[in-house]
């Protein structure tokens, strides 16, 4: 089991920023990545950002590349996700979540208001 606590989000104006992190207990030895995704009112879940454990590679969703980033600590097993020039549609809940060897999205954060007013 992987127990994962997040912290961080709230509300800011457009062209803010906000910074969400993320930190994993438990066995995380199986861990092969984490990453952020979100969910906004009626709307599927998305990725938002992926890190690799080991080499630190990260991928973007093309809707918030360039404008966010996400970072590891290995020493503290935390993952953070920094959002700069937030716009009204990244109004969402953030998820952070585990990737396994297998590729599969195991183990998921209990979620984090984020909202960008106008």
């Known amino acids: 089991q992987v127990q994962l606590v997040q912290s961080g989000g709230g509300l800011v104006q457009v062209g803010g920023s906000l910074s969400l992190s993320c930190a994993a207990s438990?066995?995380?030895?199986?861990?092969?990545?984490m990453g952020w995704f979100r969910q906004a009112p009626g709307k599927e879940r998305e990725f938002v950002a992926i890190?690799?454990?080991?080499?630190?590679?990260?991928t973007y969703a093309d809707s918030v590349k360039g404008r966010f980033t996400i970072s590891r600590d290995n020493t503290k097993m935390t993952v953070s996700l920094q959002m700069n020039s937030l716009k009204p549609e990244d109004t969402a809940v953030y998820y952070c979540?585990?990737?396994?060897?297998?590729?599969?999205?195991?183990?998921w954060g209990q979620g984090t208001q984020v909202t960008v007013s106008s």
């Open positions: 979540a585990t990737r396994g060897i297998s590729g599969a999205w195991d183990y």
């Open positions: 438990g066995r995380t030895f199986s861990t092969y990545a």
């Open positions: 890190i690799t454990w080991s080499v630190g590679r990260t």
